[in-house]
């Protein structure tokens, strides 16, 4: 499994803007595919987006144009930046991998290594 770590969660106001970065450990961003996902008290965990070991992505359609996932190049960690964030994107935001770099989805199951979270806040 990879070992993952979440940061730059905090509180934003709604219309802010906010970067979530995900470091993992003992793979190259290249070799996984990598996805955000978030879940809300009371609801379930659900993606937000995703980035295969080509770079391709996908987006959950209720962050299209707002949301960016990016993975640059080895060195760097996963990145999410979130814009034009409203009430609705406050959640425990998740970052996951899995060594099938070619698989491109949203779908947890498929995800076999896990962050810790990090908490989004976003007040009206």
């Known amino acids: 499994q990879v070992q993952l770590v979440e940061s730059g969660g905090g509180s934003v106001q709604a219309g802010g803007s906010l970067r979530l970065s995900c470091a993992a450990s003992?793979?190259?961003?290249?070799?996984?595919?990598m996805g955000w996902f978030r879940q809300a008290p009371g609801k379930e965990r659900e993606g937000v987006a995703a980035?295969?070991?080509?770079?391709?992505?996908t987006y959950a359609d209720s962050v299209k144009g707002r949301f960016t996932i990016s993975k640059d190049n080895a060195e760097d960690p996963l990145y999410l930046q979130m814009n034009s964030l409203n009430a609705d994107d406050t959640a425990m935001y998740y970052c996951?991998?899995?060594?099938?770099?070619?698989?491109?989805?949203?779908?947890?199951?498929?995800?076999?290594?896990w962050g810790q979270g990090t908490q989004v806040t976003v007040s009206s």
């Open positions: 996951a991998a899995d060594q099938r770099w070619w698989m491109l989805t949203l779908n947890s199951a498929n995800y076999n290594s």
């Open positions: 003992g793979y190259s961003p290249s070799s996984l595919t």
């Open positions: 980035i295969d070991g080509r770079g391709r992505t």
